[in-house]
């Protein structure tokens, strides 16, 4: 089966690199996020990482297409400082998905998601910015500081931190088993993973899991994109280092509480 289609520039990043044919030709609205190894998924890796667990359930939420839910979980990943859901945050309002046309908040959030200074929301946010009316201009730069103060790295960051650190004390004891001695954690239904590669420290060390969010998104580009035919990708999207080298910062990785 073929399928060509064009999809509006920020949601390629998240939307088209997800087996988005193969979700409509077999009627499943599930998607996996790209940047993670569906293996680590599986073996509950987003119930640490709630930046990624509301940002999938986001993307599952637009893949039903219940816009509104999509809008709150991909807010409650920004909470958390998950750029990639703050950038969509600011798309959708821009085009008016899941709520009302609100081209000054739109702003606002691709803003913040231009933060660390990522290529692609950098230059939207530009965009917008060229775009807006004087009068749109003045409420960004008026309603803007309070959602920075709640959302912004500055803040958003040591919460993130903090919920990596509570999940990685559960890990004494656990079905995981240790981050030193290589354990076969067995995934029901999928497969096994080696320990050492579930708790790798760019997942779980907090300055080392912002440089491998940095390696996936700095200079992703975003834009018009085919969709083509669906394929199997096996494996993980982004290489992981063994255990030998797991002390050293990769080079290349790509709820508020309820």
């Known amino acids: 089966m073929h399928m060509t289609r064009l999809i509006p520039s920020i949601l390629v990043a998240l939307l088209l690199l997800l087996p988005a044919a193969a979700a409509q030709a077999t009627g499943k609205a599930k998607r996996q996020d790209p940047t993670i190894d569906p293996f680590m998924v599986a073996a509950g890796f987003l119930d640490g990482h709630p930046d990624l667990l509301h940002r999938s ?5 637009y893949a039903e297409k219940d816009h509104a839910k999509a809008i709150q979980a991909f807010r409650r990943a920004a909470y958390y400082g998950d750029k990639p859901s703050q950038a969509i945050l600011g798309e959708m309002l821009w085009i008016g998905w899941g709520s009302d046309v609100d081209r000054a908040l739109a702003y606002v959030w691709m803003d913040l998601a231009a933060e660390r200074g990522y290529t692609s929301f950098a230059e939207k946010r530009e965009r917008y910015w060229q775009q807006l009316e004087a009068h749109e201009r003045e409420r960004a730069e008026r309603e803007g500081p309070g959602i920075h103060a ?30 030193t001695s290589p354990v076969q954690i067995i995934v029901p239904g999928v497969g096994t993973i080696d ?25 992703l580009r975003t834009g018009r994109v085919d969709v083509g035919e669906v394929e199997q990708v096996r494996g993980p999207v982004s290489p992981v280092p063994d255990a030998k080298t797991q002390a050293d910062p990769p080079a290349t990785a790509d709820d508020k509480r309820e």
């Open 195 to 219: 320990s050492t590669q579930y708790y790798h420290p760019m997942y779980w060390d907090p300055q080392q899991y912002r440089t491998w969010q940095d390696s996936i998104w700095t200079t």
């Open 57 to 61: 359930r986001g993307l599952d939420a």
């Open 150 to 179: 709640e959302y912004a790295d500055e803040v958003a960051e040591p919460r993130l931190a903090l919920a990596l650190k509570r999940e990685l004390r559960k890990m004494t004891g656990s079905r995981l088993g240790s981050t």
